[in-house]
């Protein structure tokens, strides 16, 4: 990662906006939101459900937040779109996804946005979701994507079981990239990283205590961070993929495997960082 400039300021370290929470599942918009910022983002705006807002305005001291039109359920409506629109000419990067639920409305909103951005982006968790049986959305991408399926939410994506998946990690990100022309992290033990050319990158960092809720988020959250200060999707999916995985090593030094939380990342974040600054 470049040195910062000592003539710099808040606005030349990105402003992502993360469009992530619904009710029992605000902690992913929190582990997104705080992973954007300890990996450097110079601003980050939440955008969440109008009922959610006052949680997340006690729980985050530096992010900003959006209230956004919901739903009756309580999570992102559709008419979120046109709030969603007049913050974009400020936004350098998105993270869209992580526990924003399956409610209809919200897919449809996933859907509308992915056809309408044109920053870098990062799509997660529910917003993959949404894509099930609606794979054409990706043909009307204008954004550089960067996409994070487990093993699961990558077999549901491609109609296969997930032993194939497992079986086939490697060739499966990389058909998947270059149908698409975007970026695959394909998540787990040695999580893949695949670009639309084919090139692949292996990640050997990381450890089984990361298998505990919460830590995926923390990793989109670093991904938009990278992407929002200008790293190319690629660049930043391999840096942050190995990051995420040191940062879980540290933690796991720490205190031991069986006890490692999604926290315990956003803890050890500052320290992975440090190897290559």
Do not use: W
């Not at 993360?18 to 983002?41: D, E, F, K």
């Not at 089984?208 to 990793?219: E, F, N, R, T």
């Not at 990278?226 to 030094?253: N, T």
């Amino acid at each position: 990662m470049p040195p910062r400039r000592p003539l710099s300021h808040k606005g030349d370290y990105g402003h992502v906006f993360v469009l992530a929470g619904s009710p029992g599942l605000t902690g992913a918009a929190y582990l997104t939101s705080r992973a954007c910022l300890l990996s450097g983002s110079g601003l980050v705006t939440l955008g969440i459900a109008k009922s959610l807002n006052p949680i997340m305005e006690v729980k985050l001291t530096e992010v900003m937040t959006k209230p956004l039109h919901e739903t009756r359920q309580s999570t992102l409506s559709l008419r979120a779109f046109a709030q969603i629109k007049k913050l974009l000419p400020r936004i350098d990067a998105l993270a869209i996804g992580p526990g924003i639920s399956r409610n209809p409305q919200t897919k449809k909103l996933v859907h509308k946005l992915l056809s309408f951005i044109i920053r870098p982006a990062v799509l997660d968790a529910d917003g993959i979701n949404a894509l099930v049986g609606k794979l054409k959305v990706l043909q009307t991408l204008k954004s550089r994507l960067v996409i994070t399926p487990h093993e699961a939410e990558m077999a549901r994506l491609l109609g296969l079981r997930v032993t194939e998946v497992q079986e086939n990690r490697i060739k499966l990100a990389r058909d998947f990239a270059g149908r698409y022309k975007l970026t695959v992290v394909l998540k787990g033990h040695r999580t893949v990283v695949a670009a639309a050319g084919g090139t692949t990158y292996i990640n050997k960092t990381g450890n089984p205590g990361m298998a505990s809720g919460g830590c995926g988020d923390v990793l989109t959250g670093m991904i938009a961070s990278f992407l929002g200060q200008g790293i190319k999707p690629f660049q930043a999916a391999k840096l942050s993929v190995y990051l995420h995985g040191l940062a879980g090593d540290y933690a796991a030094k720490e205190k031991g495997q069986g006890s490692l939380i999604a926290t315990d990342l956003l803890d050890n974040l500052p320290r992975a960082l440090k190897t290559v600054v």
